[in-house]
């Protein structure tokens, strides 16, 4: 009975594991997003401005008109978000949704808004515009991002 566990002991010692940096790396991110953080809302609002400006760059680049759905689809899907292109006619969208695009309406879609839906989700909110030949632009519809807070808690870099 010695022997044998003194065998054991020391083929346990003997094996000695190694892992590749591969691993290490998502080893390390896992323990990353284990971590408690404590952010401020404010914090929270940047984060996702950040994030949701660099989503909307990349489709401002392939789909200025948000026609095309697959890319849409396939964006949603590879940054865990929704993507949805807001109509001011649409009679399903959400009362926020519904109160965006008035105010988009009224003032001929400024700038673009991050708001609360919930107490866990955020939706970002950007206006596309159309140019008239006189120069002047008008409102036609809005790209909407509807997200997590988890999400931009864990896009945080600290």
């Keep these: 009975m010695k022997y044998s566990s003194l065998l054991l002991v020391l083929l346990l010692i003997s094996c000695t594991g190694s892992l590749s940096d591969e691993q290490r790396r998502r080893i390390k991110e896992s323990m990353e997003q284990g971590e408690i953080k404590k952010v401020s809302e404010a914090q929270i609002i940047e984060a996702a401005f950040i994030y949701c400006r660099n989503v909307a760059s990349i489709l401002d680049m392939q789909d200025k008109t ?41 003032s001929n879609g400024l700038n673009d808004n991050i708001q609360r839906m919930g107490p866990d989700s955020i939706l970002y909110t950007k206006p596309i515009l159309h140019e008239m030949p006189d120069g002047t632009r008008e409102f036609i519809k809005a790209l909407g991002i509807r997200m997590t807070r988890k999400q931009i808690v864990l896009s945080i870099k600290e």
């Design 66 to 106: 948000l026609t095309n759905s697959n890319l849409q689809d396939s964006l949603s899907h590879a940054l865990q978000v929704e993507i949805i292109s807001l109509q001011p006619d649409n009679k399903s969208l959400r009362k926020v949704e519904r109160q965006l695009m008035e105010a988009y309406i009224d």
